[in-house]
């Protein structure tokens, strides 16, 4: 085993580490090292102990290398996936915008102390056994500012209409003009107007309810990825969702503030 040591560091084996691809790194020793022990080894064997030792040589090199792999991937596996936020802010958006509609659609249904065509939209007429709402069986058009015509696609449903709109809790009561209906629309009273303000007011404290329902669903969201995101975009997103909340409160205030001003005739 010694005369294998020093042969493997006789002065040819020591002039390659010289060499600077050797000297930046020892990991070519081992491997030269075997080197000169497996050239040597068919020659001459000393028994158990060299054989040994060529293994222990090559057994720890081999190890090295295991080492530094498990440690890379370790290092990779660290690295963690920003999560994209883009879809919180697009939820949010859209269940924000879903309320507002929702909302204009239920302030169509107040009756006001003029005429509108969209009025009537909720209505429902039966006909043929069928359900339907009326704008999908008749064309509603203004004739002044205290009068609707009704006119049905299919002249035979102009009693089923009648009957509809009388039973519509509007207290429009339409008369028949040929083979339309002509629907004028009385005058509301103080009480009346009183009572469909107090829904409007209503119908506006829902939507924001809706609204800030969405804000707090996006908020929460954000707040589950602070563990992954820089701590300036973190504020950057919830400041965008403070700003979209405020405008969809506007909006739905100044829909609400339009219609009492509508059913107020003021």
Known sequence: MALLLRR??????????????????????????????????????????????????????????????????????????????????????????????????EL?????????????????????????????????????????SVMPYDP?????????????????NPTPDGQRLIAAIPPLTKENVQALCKVVAKSAEDVKQSIRRARQKALDSIKKAASSLPKDDIKRLEKEVEEMTKRFVKTADDMCKAKEKEISGS
């Open 156 to 172: 035979n449903t102009l009693k089923a209409l009648e009957q509809a709109i009388v039973s519509s809790p509007l207290g429009i």
């Open 8 to 105: 493997a560091l006789s002065s040819k084996a020591l002039f390659s580490l010289r060499d600077q691809r050797h000297f930046r790194t020892l990991s070519h020793f081992p491997k030269l090292l075997a080197g000169e022990i497996a050239r040597e080894a068919p020659l001459r064997d000393n028994g158990p102990a060299d054989r040994l030792g060529f293994h222990f040589f090559v057994g720890n090199r081999r190890g090295l290398a295991k080492g530094r792999k498990s440690k890379d991937e370790d290092e990779s596996d660290t690295v963690r996936a920003v999560p994209d936020m883009g879809p919180v802010k697009t939820t949010a958006q859209s269940q924000m915008d879903a309320a507002v509609v929702a909302l204009a659609r």
């Open 108 to 148: 169509s249904k107040l009756r006001t102390g003029r005429a509108s065509a969209g009025m009537l939209d909720h209505v429902i007429v039966e006909t043929g056994g069928v359900k339907l709402s009326l704008n999908r069986v008749a064309v509603v058009s203004v004739i002044d500012a205290q009068t609707l």
